[in-house]
């Protein structure tokens, strides 16, 4: 029997509905968002079976689903989540899973105490150049980390209020931090500086321009992770998205959002490796195993795991407004 799949909000719905496709034994049976043009655009793709909701309540009553992908703004998390585990079995939250850990703690208990089982949309875990990269990693400690988030402001209004999207560290560059987290362990330690006065041509703008975030993790590495959203279309003082990772034997240099990869053996040896796969494919086989299962077996990231690297870039927000040195768990 199929596992029956709802979506609250059509942010990202597309891709996850365009993966599923591919993925035996789910049907997408319903969808709810306040956006009229979202819905109708994922209607048109003819892969949702039956109708949409004007309110996610009315269609976690009516629809007997097994699962949920909650495809939301950061800043609407919180109350849906509690909603669907009362009614669902498996929830998919994509990133960020909150905007404050006092939410993220709500949310927990309840996930725990209902028996749910969850994974969050940390998809770069999921990509072959990633998990090739964790092989090396795991017997040859990095020690320098290189990252940047590095583009042009993007046109949802809610990105540019750091009230609803928390700023483009937990954003956008949340993957970049989960991504480090995932390859070379715990960040321990990070202190942040921002930027803001350049981009005065953007209404109700209130996000950095430009943020730097170094860190230190627990194995003895450091590293950097910058972000900037100043950019204009034509990407006159864009650095682009890339992760840089070395440990004495080999650097690890991943660039784009697709993570192609060039691996340095030595001086007279790259290997380059060009990302090919659909990570959405692996995320979503691996999320509705686990809910046939009844376990976490096989999700690389659950949500406990993404409360941690939410952590991380709250506490580069924390050094930044008190100007200090912060631990990760002083929070």
């Not at 362990?185 to 500086?193: H, K, L, P, Q, T």
């Not at 650097?251 to 993570?259: A, L, P, Y």
């Not at 939410?310 to 506490?315: F, I």
């Not at 008190?322 to 002083?330: G, N």
């Amino acid at each position: 029997m199929n596992q029956r799949i709802g979506f609250i909000g059509s942010g990202f719905a597309q891709e996850h509905i365009s993966a599923l496709a591919e993925v035996p034994g789910n049907e997408v049976v319903a969808i709810s968002s306040r956006s009229s043009e979202g819905i109708q655009h994922l209607l048109a793709d003819g892969r949702i079976t039956h109708y949409p909701f004007e309110n996610h309540l009315e269609m976690l009553r009516k629809e007997q689903l097994d699962a949920v992908y909650i495809c939301l703004p950061p800043h609407l998390h919180g109350d849906i989540e509690i909603a669907c585990a009362e009614h669902v079995k498996g929830l998919f939250i994509e990133k960020p899973i909150a905007l404050d850990l006092a939410t993220t703690s709500r949310l927990n208990d309840c996930f725990k105490q209902a028996g749910n089982i969850v994974s969050v949309g940390y998809m770069y875990r999921y990509r072959e150049n990633i998990l090739k990269a964790k092989e090396h990693f795991a017997s040859n400690t990095s020690i320098l980390i290189n990252a940047a988030w590095s583009g042009e402001l993007p046109p949802p209004y809610w990105w540019r209020r750091r009230e609803q999207s928390g700023g483009q560290l937990t954003e956008q560059a949340t993957h970049l931090i989960d991504s480090i987290r995932y390859l070379s362990g715990e960040i321990s330690e990070v202190s942040a500086y921002a930027t803001r006065g350049f981009i005065t041509e953007v209404d109700d703008f209130n996000v950095d321009d430009a943020m730097v975030m170094n860190f230190h993790l627990a194995s003895g590495a450091i590293g950097t992770v910058q972000t900037s959203c100043f950019s204009h279309a034509h990407g006159g003082g864009e650095l682009g998205i890339y992760l840089e990772m070395a440990s004495r034997e080999k650097t690890f240099r991943f660039r784009n959002h697709c993570m192609d990869l060039e691996i340095q053996h030595n001086a007279q040896h790259r290997e380059k490796l060009l990302s090919a796969d659909n990570p959405l494919i692996a995320e979503n086989t691996a999320f509705l195993q686990a809910l046939r299962n009844g376990n976490h077996n096989g999700i690389h990231s659950t949500f406990d795991d993404a409360t941690e690297s939410l952590k991380v870039s709250l506490a580069a927000d924390l050094s930044i407004r008190e100007k200090r040195c912060v631990a990760i768990d002083s929070l």
